[in-house]
Nanobody, 124 residues
Framework: QVRLVESGGGLVQAGGSLRLSCAAS????????MGWFRQTPDKEREFVAG????????VYIDSVKVRFTISRDNTRNMVYLQMNSLLPEDTAVYYC?????????????????WGQGTQVTVSS
Protein backbone atom coordinates (compact mmCIF):
# COMPACT_ATOMS: atom_id res chain seq x y z
CA GLN A 1 0.00 0.00 0.00
CA VAL A 2 1.26 3.47 -0.91
CA ARG A 3 -0.32 6.76 0.09
CA LEU A 4 0.50 9.73 -2.12
CA VAL A 5 0.13 13.43 -1.35
CA GLU A 6 0.85 16.09 -3.98
CA SER A 7 1.77 19.71 -3.35
CA GLY A 8 3.21 22.67 -5.19
CA GLY A 9 0.42 23.62 -7.56
CA GLY A 10 -0.78 27.17 -8.01
CA LEU A 11 -1.36 30.05 -10.38
CA VAL A 12 1.51 31.14 -12.61
CA GLN A 13 1.87 33.31 -15.70
CA ALA A 14 2.77 31.78 -19.04
CA GLY A 15 6.52 31.25 -19.25
CA GLY A 16 6.81 30.72 -15.52
CA SER A 17 7.81 27.66 -13.53
CA LEU A 18 6.38 25.43 -10.83
CA ARG A 19 7.74 22.42 -9.00
CA LEU A 20 5.27 19.76 -7.99
CA SER A 21 6.12 17.38 -5.18
CA CYS A 22 4.62 14.02 -4.30
CA ALA A 23 5.23 12.54 -0.87
CA ALA A 24 4.79 8.78 -0.60
CA SER A 25 4.23 6.74 2.52
CA UNK A 26 5.39 3.18 2.98
CA UNK A 27 8.68 1.35 3.06
CA UNK A 28 8.23 -0.11 -0.43
CA UNK A 29 8.29 3.16 -2.34
CA UNK A 30 11.36 2.19 -4.34
CA UNK A 31 9.44 -0.84 -5.66
CA UNK A 32 7.05 1.35 -7.62
CA UNK A 33 7.26 2.99 -10.99
CA MET A 34 5.99 6.54 -10.56
CA GLY A 35 4.01 8.68 -12.95
CA TRP A 36 2.55 12.15 -13.21
CA PHE A 37 -0.81 12.59 -14.92
CA ARG A 38 -3.01 15.58 -15.56
CA GLN A 39 -6.69 16.10 -16.21
CA THR A 40 -8.99 18.89 -17.32
CA PRO A 41 -12.80 18.75 -17.00
CA ASP A 42 -13.29 18.02 -20.69
CA LYS A 43 -10.60 15.38 -21.16
CA GLU A 44 -9.57 11.98 -19.91
CA ARG A 45 -6.67 11.77 -17.49
CA GLU A 46 -3.44 12.12 -19.49
CA PHE A 47 -0.03 10.63 -18.80
CA VAL A 48 2.61 13.38 -18.57
CA ALA A 49 5.81 11.77 -17.33
CA GLY A 50 7.10 8.61 -15.69
CA UNK A 51 10.24 7.48 -13.91
CA UNK A 52 11.55 4.02 -13.18
CA UNK A 53 12.28 2.58 -9.75
CA UNK A 54 15.90 3.65 -9.54
CA UNK A 55 15.31 7.05 -11.11
CA UNK A 56 17.67 6.31 -13.98
CA UNK A 57 15.11 6.45 -16.79
CA UNK A 58 12.36 8.98 -17.42
CA VAL A 59 9.79 9.29 -20.19
CA TYR A 60 7.62 12.21 -21.25
CA ILE A 61 4.84 13.04 -23.64
CA ASP A 62 6.05 15.08 -26.57
CA SER A 63 4.33 18.30 -25.54
CA VAL A 64 6.34 18.57 -22.29
CA LYS A 65 9.54 16.79 -23.23
CA VAL A 66 11.93 19.77 -23.16
CA ARG A 67 10.04 21.75 -20.52
CA PHE A 68 9.29 19.29 -17.71
CA THR A 69 11.63 17.11 -15.66
CA ILE A 70 10.55 14.23 -13.45
CA SER A 71 12.83 13.04 -10.66
CA ARG A 72 12.63 10.97 -7.49
CA ASP A 73 14.46 10.69 -4.21
CA ASN A 74 14.09 7.18 -2.83
CA THR A 75 15.75 8.15 0.46
CA ARG A 76 12.96 10.66 1.10
CA ASN A 77 10.09 8.81 -0.64
CA MET A 78 9.56 11.80 -2.92
CA VAL A 79 8.77 12.35 -6.59
CA TYR A 80 9.04 15.73 -8.27
CA LEU A 81 7.88 17.34 -11.48
CA GLN A 82 9.78 20.48 -12.40
CA MET A 83 7.73 22.43 -14.94
CA ASN A 84 9.37 25.25 -16.86
CA SER A 85 8.15 27.50 -19.68
CA LEU A 86 4.59 26.80 -18.71
CA LEU A 87 1.82 27.32 -21.25
CA PRO A 88 -1.90 27.97 -20.74
CA GLU A 89 -2.59 24.49 -22.15
CA ASP A 90 -0.68 23.01 -19.21
CA THR A 91 -3.55 24.11 -16.96
CA ALA A 92 -4.96 21.01 -15.28
CA VAL A 93 -5.19 19.07 -12.06
CA TYR A 94 -1.94 17.14 -11.73
CA TYR A 95 -1.86 13.71 -10.09
CA CYS A 96 0.95 11.56 -8.83
CA UNK A 97 0.49 7.81 -9.29
CA UNK A 98 2.30 4.57 -8.47
CA UNK A 99 2.36 1.18 -10.14
CA UNK A 100 4.24 -2.02 -9.32
CA UNK A 101 4.60 -2.59 -13.07
CA UNK A 102 8.18 -1.82 -13.93
CA UNK A 103 7.64 -1.34 -17.64
CA UNK A 104 6.52 2.25 -17.43
CA UNK A 105 2.87 2.12 -18.46
CA UNK A 106 1.17 5.23 -19.79
CA UNK A 107 -2.40 4.13 -19.15
CA UNK A 108 -4.02 5.39 -15.98
CA UNK A 109 -5.65 1.98 -15.57
CA UNK A 110 -2.30 0.35 -14.86
CA UNK A 111 -1.63 2.53 -11.83
CA UNK A 112 -2.83 1.28 -8.47
CA UNK A 113 -2.32 4.26 -6.19
CA TRP A 114 -3.19 7.93 -6.68
CA GLY A 115 -2.83 11.19 -4.87
CA GLN A 116 -5.65 13.68 -4.46
CA GLY A 117 -4.30 16.02 -7.15
CA THR A 118 -2.99 19.57 -7.18
CA GLN A 119 -4.32 22.37 -9.39
CA VAL A 120 -1.98 24.09 -11.82
CA THR A 121 -3.34 27.17 -13.57
CA VAL A 122 -1.29 29.01 -16.18
CA SER A 123 -2.57 32.43 -17.22
CA SER A 124 -1.85 33.94 -20.60
Amino acid sequence: QVRLVESGGGLVQAGGSLRLSCAASGRTFRSYYMGWFRQTPDKEREFVAGINRSGSTAVYIDSVKVRFTISRDNTRNMVYLQMNSLLPEDTAVYYCAATPTGLGPRSQYEYDFWGQGTQVTVSS
